[in-house]
């Protein structure tokens, strides 16, 4: 991957609003690869049974693939996001997403998407589906 493409993503999720909301860092970025993190804050992202919003976990997912799906250069949209939720992860713990392409061609991209704590506990595994839209990233 072009070392301006991986700069300008990793500026691009430094100033998203959204990840910034959340506190989303990008940990690592290649082609087809993206980490990302941010520690699960009970006082802000539970439900109402007083464990992990599923709402939070898949913004996570979504970092993760959105980053992930870039790196190619061209433009990426979701097509299809395929969530299992295996853990409420504890209070406080640093939870990390990990977007892996598994499949490639030049209109979709598959990626199998994973959060663990930082005790490498499962708490979701995602297959995701994205659509290259030809145009250049332009951020």
């Given at each position: 991957m072009d070392d301006e493409l991986k700069k300008a993503i990793y500026n691009a999720v430094?100033?998203?609003?959204?990840?910034?909301?959340?506190?989303?860092?990008?940990?690592?970025?290649?082609?087809?690869?993206?980490?990302?993190?941010?520690?699960?804050?009970?006082?802000q992202m539970n439900n109402i049974?007083?464990?992990a919003h599923g709402g939070a976990i898949f913004?996570?997912?979504?970092?993760?693939f959105e980053t992930?799906?870039?790196?190619?250069?061209?433009?990426?949209?979701?097509?299809?996001?395929n969530v299992t939720y295996m853990a409420s992860p504890e209070d406080g713990s640093r939870l990390i997403a990990e977007a892996k392409?598994?499949?490639?061609?030049?209109?979709?991209?598959?990626?199998?998407i994973t959060v663990t704590d930082g005790g490498g506990q499962l708490i979701a595994a995602c297959r995701a589906t994205a659509y290259r839209t030809g145009r250049p990233v332009t951020f």
């Open positions: 430094k100033n998203e609003p959204f990840a910034r909301c959340l506190n989303m860092s990008l940990a690592a970025l290649e082609e087809g690869y993206a980490r990302v993190e941010m520690v699960y804050d009970p006082s049974y007083q464990r913004s996570l997912i979504d970092e993760a992930a799906s870039q790196t190619r250069g061209r433009i990426a949209v979701a097509l299809n996001v392409e598994i499949n490639s061609s030049n209109k979709i991209s598959n990626f199998d």
